[in-house]
C-alpha cells in the first residue's frame, strides 16, 4: 500500500526565515511526485511534479527536490501570503493515475 | 482558477437524503477524479473516469456512486447519507498522457449533513 508521511504537522517561520518541509514516501512504483498548496476551504493549487531521483524545481521562493526515499519543500525567504498548508502526493506505476496523499504541513509565516 | 468547475459550492442536508455532486473538467482532459477531504482522514481518493469509463476505486462507500457523460462532466451521487459523509468533496481532471501527470483541483463542494 502506497503510504505518504509528511513532517512537520504545523510550522510557524518569521518572515525571512528559511525551511524545509519533509515528504517521505513509499510506493510499489513512482510515477511521480506532486506537491500542491492548499488554502482554507479552497481546492489544492498544483506547483511542481518530480519523476525521478535528483529532479529540481524551482518557483519563486519554493525549491523541491526528490530522493527515492523522500522529497523536500525548501521555503526561502517566506513572505505571509506563502502562509498555507502544503500537501505531497505520490502516483504510482500503473494504469490508474490516482494520487495518495500526505496529511499536509501547516505553515504560518509571522509579519 | 485551475479551469475545474464545480457545482455546488455548498450542500446542507439530512441524514438518510440523497444528493448530487457535479464537476466540468479543464478542457482537452479526458480523466475526472473525486478526493472526499476531512479533517480526520485528509484527502482520499473515491473513484476515476476516464473518457465515460471507470478506471479506479478507492475507499468509496458502495452508497456513493459516479458516473462520466459524453461530454466528460462528472456526477458523484452520495445516498443514504450519515453524519459522517460530511466534507469537502473534490473534483480534479487530468490529460493522463504520457509525461503529463498532473491532476488539477476544482474548488470543491462542501457537504454539511445534518
Known amino acids: 500500500e502506497d503510504q505518504v508521511t509528511q513532517s512537520p504537522e504545523a510550522l510557524r517561520l518569521q518572515e525571512g526565515e528559511s525551511s524545509s518541509l519533509n515528504c517521505s514516501y513509499t510506493?510499489?512504483?513512482?510515477?511521480?511526485l506532486f506537491w500542491y498548496r492548499q488554502d482554507p476551504g479552497k481546492g489544492p493549487e498544483f506547483l511542481f511534479t518530480?519523476?525521478?531521483a535528483g529532479e529540481e524545481k524551482e518557483k519563486e521562493r519554493l525549491k523541491a527536490t526528490l530522493t527515492k526515499k523522500e522529497s523536500f519543500l525548501h521555503i526561502t525567504a517566506p513572505k505571509p501570503e506563502d502562509s498555507a498548508t502544503y500537501l505531497c502526493?505520490?502516483?504510482?506505476?500503473?494504469?490508474?493515475?490516482?494520487?495518495?496523499f500526505g496529511s499536509g504541513t501547516q505553515l504560518t509565516v509571522l509579519p | 482558477d485551475s479551469g475545474v468547475t464545480q457545482t455546488p459550492k455548498h450542500l446542507i442536508t439530512a441524514t438518510g437524503q440523497r444528493v448530487t455532486l457535479r464537476c466540468s473538467p479543464r478542457s482537452g482532459d479526458l480523466s475526472v477524479y473525486w478526493y472526499q477531504q476531512s479533517l480526520d482522514q485528509g484527502l482520499q481518493f473515491l473513484i476515476q473516469y476516464y473518457n465515460g469509463e471507470e478506471r479506479a476505486k478507492g475507499n468509496i462507500l458502495e452508497r456513493f456512486s459516479a458516473q462520466q457523460f459524453p461530454d466528460l462532466h462528472s456526477e458523484l451521487n452520495l445516498s443514504s447519507l450519515e453524519l459522517g459523509d460530511s466534507a469537502l468533496y473534490f473534483c480534479?481532471?487530468?490529460?493522463?498522457?504520457?509525461?503529463?501527470?498532473?491532476?488539477?483541483f476544482g474548488p470543491g463542494t462542501r457537504l454539511t449533513v445534518l
Open positions: 518530480l519523476y525521478s
Open positions: 480534479a481532471s487530468s490529460v493522463m498522457s504520457t509525461g503529463r501527470n498532473e491532476q488539477f
Open positions: 510506493v510499489s512504483g513512482l510515477r511521480g
Open positions: 502526493a505520490v502516483q504510482a506505476e500503473g494504469s490508474a493515475r490516482q494520487l495518495t
